[in-house]
């Protein structure tokens, strides 16, 4: 394996890495969005239904 092929292979597993961590933040953010009311939602622009239909979870950080 030459160090050109693998550079391209570390950076592939590192783009990896940075995306799959993205989708859990996000997937976080929505579930914490869900937590408050209405009125705060409409207030920043969220919908409670366009929040629903988003993957949304709590992760004990």
């Given at each position: 394996?030459?160090?050109?092929?693998?550079?391209?292979?570390?950076?592939?597993?590192?783009?990896?890495?940075?995306?799959?961590?993205?989708?859990?933040?996000?997937?976080?953010?929505?579930g914490a969005l869900l937590m408050l009311d209405d009125?705060t939602l409409e207030a920043?622009?969220?919908?409670?239904?366009?929040?629903?239909?988003?993957?949304?979870?709590?992760?004990?950080?």
């Open positions: 394996m030459t160090a050109r092929s693998n550079k391209g292979f570390l950076k592939n597993t590192f783009d990896a890495m940075v995306n799959a961590r993205a989708r859990q933040v996000s997937s976080y953010v929505n009125e920043h622009g969220y919908k409670r239904e366009e929040l629903l239909r988003r993957p949304n979870s709590t992760y004990p950080f």
